[in-house]
């Protein structure tokens, strides 16, 4: 329509080519699998979980750790859904490469900060991460990007899935979804689940457990009809619209925790600690029933009539005594391990998980003396903390006994630490645990044997047995 009174026409245009996708931004609070903790050094490393690590408002609908999670997804587009790539990052997390695997990748040039085109998978694929040269660490992650609704109907979240077994097991999902729905699985509910796998360790016999992600349909016959039909639309959905997911550029970096498969000695220490809770729950169930069976006897025997003065006087004279004694304890362990005031106890509880927040000495006093578990578990962690520490060997020590083995190893016909360290591979130290893993670099190598006295005596050992049987 011409504008014939040569006046502005407010409102005459509304909507430009460029713009007119509808964007569905992803929460930055993310799902994970895994957590970061701290190892006896203080070094900080990811260590991956049974459950789903979830937001606040994700715990509050499903639980402090959910293992299952109901899910939909905005469009029924496995490439948007969950995007696949092989990637590395550099040691402050920021993305230095980026590809598919099969023809082309993007790589950072250090130097200039320019991305530029290369070939993918490159020479470098499959190599562990040299931190001198920064080559190698490539790894396979896929991105599954989907809503809650029992959480909000407006928030998008992203949970990153990393290794082969688990990308396989989604995109199975998605590819079951999209034959037996006729490719309209937008919208349809779907059950994400963590679940228990042993997985064979690259380059060893040895297998580990791993809990993967799977997805399946959690939605009958009837209702994904319904949904295809238009008959009903899930939670507001509107037809004919060009949704699609925001995707995040490589400038704003990592903040996943990359994990790893769980060693055979953390399972059983997880096992342990969670038969020992189960224990302790079952233990705290038994007593309880024990006190209500003393309570009704007293009652019926008249036991729990009010006490005299002298007799009340000399009860609360046992239990002060009773709490002087353990108050004593606790602050013998406190010297001990070096903290020298009451404040840094509190901080030192806290900072071990036994207290959840500061409290005031009164308060933790009485926690102390009236908690036994509480009690206990101080104790034990007051004790660890004043035994003495094994000292890391100094610089010059450490040339001394690599010399000293290397000296050894020459007589036993090694020339070079590449053999020892090949010999140190073949070399088991107990039934199905070697020297070294494999592929293990020589510095590596190097600063296990200074850092493990028991591999370093091991291994002098076997070269000196050796060096006899040819001398």
Known sequence: MNNENGKFDTGRYTTIPETKNI??????????????????????????????????????????????????????????????CYEKYGSNEALLCQGDGEKEAQRLNLENGSWKKVKCPCEHY?????????????????????????????????CRVGGTVSIEECN???????????????????????????????????????????????????????????????????????????????????????????????????????AERKEAVKKDIEETRAREVQLKKDQEEGKDKIKSYGEAKIIY????????????????????????????????????GIFKTKLTEYLATRILVSNKDVRDRLLKALSELSEPKEETPKEEDKEKLLTNLFNVAQKAGLKDWKEIVGEGCRTKIHDEEYIFDIPTTLE????????????????????????????
């Open 317 to 352: 004279k046992k239990r002060v005594e009773e709490e002087n004694e353990i108050l004593k304890e606790v602050s013998k362990k406190t010297e001990e391990a070096g903290i020298d005031s009451f404040e840094e106890l509190v901080n030192f509880a806290v900072d071990q």
């Open 23 to 84: 964007k569905l931004p992803i929460n930055k609070e993310k799902i994970r699998l895994g957590i970061r903790v701290k190892n006896e050094r203080g070094v900080e490393y990811p260590k991956e979980t049974d459950y789903f690590v979830c937001p606040k408002e994700v715990r509050d609908v499903f639980g402090e750790e959910p293992t299952e999670l109901t899910v939909f997804f905005p469009v029924a587009d496995r490439e948007k859904v969950f995007p696949q």
């Open 172 to 274: 199975s999902a998605f590819d079951l979804a999209e034959k037996t729905t006729g490719g309209h699985w937008a919208m349809i509910p779907f059950r994400m689940r963590r679940v228990a796998k042993k997985l064979k360790i690259p380059g060893t016999a040895n297998m580990k457990n791993h809990w993967v992600v799977t997805l399946e349909i959690a939605a009958s016959t009837e209702e994904i009809r319904r949904v295809i039909s238009g008959e009903i639309l899930y939670l507001g959905q509107q037809k004919n619209k060009g949704y699609e997911l925001e995707i995040e550029g490589p400038a704003e970096g990592r903040d996943e925790v990359v994990t790893e498969p769980e060693t055979e000695e953390e399972t059983e220490t997880r096992e342990e600690k969670d």
């Open 126 to 158: 499959g190599k562990k991460y040299d931190k001198k040269t920064k080559i190698g660490g490539c790894v396979k992650a896929g991105y599954l990007k989907f809503m809650i609704p029992s959480v909000s109907i407006g928030t998008f979240y992203q």
């Open 444 to 471: 590596e190598a190097k600063e296990i044997l200074v850092n493990d006295p028991e591999r370093l005596k091991k291994i002098e050992e076997i070269f000196a047995a050796m060096a006899r049987a040819i001398s």
